[in-house]
């Protein structure tokens, strides 16, 4: 039995994020409908995380087993040919018996995109969150190294999480401007449920001199989730990169 591991990309604008759910429309479903079609029979795909309504993916790993002998890039070409065009499949591989997507994973890198000009632009609306207040990405790119290091972030966690430990370790977190548009970067261990969204929201706090420079520290180690920022919307979330 062949352990595919496959990476995919998607625009998540239409889905109610990655995990098959009752009466809602998800990555996951769609994928499992051409993967079906492919190898003849419904398959159990293995997702590497669960992503929210709205959220895309330039890089998502999952899995499937199969005793069918076709090529890497069969696989992939004939994937493409039964997925909507806001997914594709764009590489595969064969993986150790043993692998997971999920639980093999050394680290995950986000990617948030904040549109920063003086009028909102429509081919972002999906895309990036309009935020037409002055952001000094520099000031921010200081004030956010605050996140880096292993703390208990319950304080960056959405209140419908039931994850026990909320301990994480974040390795990087840049911010950064091109143009209009203002990237929020972060690699980490791993993510509780919306914890990238609120910290963008909190830094945006801090833009706005809601949280004074150095405080952001006093506010990650007081897991107080009403001491951190408003949750981001999910339009401008990407999961960037998935580390193995």
Same mark, same amino acid.
């Given at each position: 039995?062949? $352990?595919?591991?496959?990476?995919?990309?998607?625009? #998540?604008?239409?889905?109610? #994020?990655?995990?098959?759910?009752?009466?809602?429309?998800?990555?996951?479903?769609?994928?499992?409908?051409?993967?079906?079609?492919?190898?003849?029979?419904?398959?159990?795909?293995?997702?590497? !995380?669960?992503?929210?309504?709205?959220?895309?993916?330039?890089?998502?790993?999952?899995?499937?087993?199969?005793?069918?002998? =076709?090529?890497?890039?069969?696989?992939?070409?004939?994937?493409?040919?039964?997925?909507?065009?806001?997914?594709?499949?764009?590489?595969?591989?064969?993986?150790?018996?043993?692998?997971?997507?999920?639980?093999?994973?050394?680290?995950?890198?986000?990617?948030?995109?904040?549109?920063?000009? %003086?009028?909102?632009?429509?081919?972002?609306?999906?895309?990036?969150?309009?935020?037409?207040?002055?952001?000094?990405?520099?000031?921010? $790119? %200081?004030?956010?190294?605050?996140? =880096?290091?292993?703390?208990?972030?319950?304080?960056?966690?959405?209140?419908?999480?039931?994850?026990?430990?909320?301990?994480?370790?974040?390795?990087?977190?840049?911010? !950064?401007?091109?143009?209009?548009?203002?990237?929020?970067?972060? *690699?980490?261990?791993?993510?509780?449920?919306?914890?990238?969204?609120?910290?963008?929201?909190?830094?945006?706090?801090?833009?706005?001199?809601?949280?004074?420079?150095? *405080?952001?520290? $006093?506010? =990650?180690?007081?897991?107080?989730?009403?001491?951190?920022?408003?949750?981001?919307?999910?339009?401008?979330?990407?999961?960037?990169? =998935?580390?193995?």
């Amino acid at each position: 039995m062949r $352990n595919l591991l496959i990476t995919i990309q998607y625009d #998540g604008s239409r889905y109610h #994020g990655w995990q098959v759910q009752k009466n809602a429309l998800t990555v996951q479903e769609v994928f499992q409908n051409a993967v079906e079609k492919v190898f003849g029979k419904r398959l159990d795909v293995i997702g590497c !995380s669960r992503t929210d309504s709205g959220v895309h993916a330039n890089m998502y790993c999952l899995t499937l087993k199969t005793d069918m002998n =076709i090529s890497d890039e069969g696989v992939v070409m004939a994937l493409n040919t039964h997925l909507p065009k806001d997914i594709a499949a764009v590489f595969c591989t064969e993986a150790d018996a043993d692998f997971h997507p999920r639980y093999s994973c050394k680290s995950k890198e986000y990617v948030y995109k904040l549109y920063n000009g %003086k009028v909102r632009n429509p081919f972002y609306a999906d895309y990036a969150y309009y935020y037409r207040y002055p952001v000094d990405a520099d000031y921010l $790119n %200081k004030e956010c190294k605050a996140f =880096i290091g292993t703390y208990d972030f319950c304080g960056f966690c959405s209140a419908h999480s039931d994850v026990e430990d909320t301990v994480r370790t974040v390795k990087n977190f840049e911010v !950064s401007r091109d143009g209009d548009m203002v990237y929020f970067k972060v *690699e980490a261990d791993g993510f509780l449920y919306n914890m990238v969204r609120i910290m963008v929201g909190t830094l945006l706090f801090v833009a706005e001199g809601k949280i004074k420079s150095g *405080e952001l520290i $006093n506010v =990650i180690k007081s897991k107080d989730r009403k001491s951190a920022g408003k949750t981001a919307p999910a339009n401008g979330l990407y999961l960037n990169q =998935i580390n193995y």
